[in-house]
């Protein structure tokens, strides 16, 4: 018998190893205060978890929550610029920028 913690890879197994092995990057990069590139991991994994599980599940909401505390630590360290042109940070960005200003 295999121990609980082995994963069988079916396929939604190795959707998951797969959105899982993205948000691991995500927080190396943004320990490295590298936001662009953690942005970057963070839109995938939040493309991956709304197609798996949808937008309502904790794991995409929580992803959620990282994304734009990437963007709020990027606008805080002067780094907002380097963000990608990607529609939702563009929109997040003023939004997340008028709550730090006014908190």
């Given at each position: 018998?295999?121990?609980c913690?082995?994963?069988?890879f079916?396929?939604?197994n190795?959707?998951l190893f797969?959105?899982?092995s993205?948000y691991t990057k995500?927080?190396?990069?943004s320990?490295?205060k590298q936001?662009?590139?953690a942005e970057?991991?963070l839109?995938?994994?939040?493309?991956?978890?709304?197609r798996l599980?949808g937008q309502?599940?904790p794991?995409t909401q929580g992803?959620?929550?990282s994304?734009?505390?990437?963007?709020?630590?990027a606008?805080q360290?002067n780094?907002?610029?380097?963000?990608?042109d990607?529609?939702?940070?563009?929109?997040l960005?003023?939004k997340?920028?008028?709550?730090?200003?006014?908190?």
């Amino acid at each position: 018998m295999l121990p609980c913690h082995i994963l069988l890879f079916s396929s939604q197994n190795a959707f998951l190893f797969k959105q899982t092995s993205v948000y691991t990057k995500f927080r190396s990069l943004s320990y490295q205060k590298q936001y662009a590139e953690a942005e970057a991991y963070l839109l995938r994994a939040l493309d991956l978890r709304n197609r798996l599980l949808g937008q309502q599940h904790p794991y995409t909401q929580g992803t959620w929550n990282s994304y734009i505390q990437v963007i709020a630590t990027a606008i805080q360290a002067n780094q907002a610029d380097t963000l990608s042109d990607h529609p939702t940070t563009q929109n997040l960005i003023p939004k997340i920028r008028t709550a730090l200003e006014n908190p």
